[in-house]
Structure formats: structure tokens, C-alpha cells
């Protein structure tokens, strides 16, 4: 890691990484975890449908 200073030519650099605590950032958040309850989801019915021995080519 590289440490980096804020000087007045890099304002943003105090902000980096960080995201807005507003509405708009909640619901953005609240869609992605929605999104991941739903692939994982899938994934684990997915698995539960494969069968138990692998074929052989």
C-alpha cells in the first residue's frame, strides 16, 4: 500500500474508497445483495440437480 496525502491539487483523494451515505447508496446496496440472495439461490438449486457420479468422456 502506498500511503497518499490530501493536498489542496487532490481534493477527492479524502473521499477514495468511500461511498455516499445516502437513499440512492442504500438502494444501490440493497439491489446488489438482493442480486446475490438470488445467485446463490440458483447455485444452490443448480447443485442439488447435478448428479452424483461425474460421466466419463
Excluded: C, F, H
Excluded at 11 to 30: K, Q
Amino acid at each position: 500500500m502506498l500511503p497518499l496525502e490530501v493536498t489542496p491539487d487532490k481534493p477527492w483523494i479524502a473521499s477514495a474508497g468511500s461511498i455516499p451515505d445516502d437513499e440512492t447508496t442504500d438502494a444501490w446496496l440493497d439491489a446488489i445483495a438482493e442480486y446475490r440472495r438470488q445467485r446463490d439461490a440458483d447455485d444452490q438449486q443448480a447443485a442439488l440437480n447435478l448428479p452424483t457420479t461425474q460421466p466419463v468422456p
